[in-house]
């Protein structure tokens, strides 16, 4: 068990251009969450995959923000045309449906 | 809505000394309640949860919580701090949904 991984650990993109981020969950794990995290605040939920269906979006994933998770493995998070307030850690966590998720180390993201 | 409050987004204490975090939080029904620890740069790690049975939980490093309906809420405590606990502490609930909503953090200071 590597636990969850996220690609990359930090990305420096000028605003405007698209970014895309991975995530491995642990393997058993069938649910597959996304959080964004910033400076001095608690981690707010972003989206909410079983297997490969996505069953629930926050109205923080505005229309320039996709997830997927094809065949129920992995999943990205894409960022299209980045804006400054997109910086922020974007969390990726994974549970096998019991209670507790496991989180990765996140991916921080920096816009300038 | 539905929410976690966090007293206190800095506490400081000396090296053996008692920890104590706060945490309310609003519900229409009894929730699950967790909380995580997260160290600079990196993901959350769970400390503790409460689902249902018995109210106090204890966690990994010495950490224990108590669930408490009456007052809806659910402080951590560890008797003796160390300096490795300096860290950010989140405190979330689950209830009616697969999302975590999370409070806004403490920082624990540990001071030698």
């Known amino acids: 068990d590597t636990g969850v991984s996220q690609d990359p650990r930090h990305k420096i993109t000028k605003r405007g251009q698209n970014v895309t981020f991975r995530c491995d969950p642990i393997?058993?794990?069938?649910?597959l969450y996304w959080y964004r995290q910033t400076l001095g605040q608690g981690p707010e939920f972003l989206t909410y995959f079983q297997n490969e269906a996505q069953l629930e979006k926050s109205r923080l994933l505005s229309d320039r923000f996709s997830a997927e998770r094809p065949k129920g493995s992995f999943s990205t998070l894409e960022i299209q045309r980045t804006e400054q307030g997109d910086s922020a850690m974007y969390l990726c966590?994974?549970?096998?449906?019991?209670?507790?998720?496991?989180f990765g180390q996140g991916t921080r993201l920096t816009v300038v | 809505a539905q929410s976690v409050t966090q007293l206190g987004s800095h506490v400081s204490v000396s090296e053996g000394a008692l920890v104590l975090l706060r945490c309310n939080y609003s519900s229409s029904v009894p929730p699950y309640l967790f909380w995580y620890v997260q160290y600079p740069n990196q993901g959350l790690q769970l400390l503790l949860k409460?689902?249902?049975?018995?109210?106090l939980v204890k966690g990994i490093n010495g950490f224990e919580a108590e669930f408490k309906k009456s007052e809806t809420s659910f402080h951590l405590t560890k008797p003796s701090a160390h300096m490795s606990d300096a860290a950010e502490y989140f405190c979330a609930r689950k209830g009616g949904s697969e999302k975590l909503v999370f409070g806004k953090g403490t920082k624990l200071t540990v001071n030698p």
């Open positions: 966590a994974s549970s096998s449906g019991r209670l507790e998720a496991f």
């Open positions: 409460y689902t249902t049975g018995a109210t």
């Open positions: 393997s058993e794990h069938n649910r």
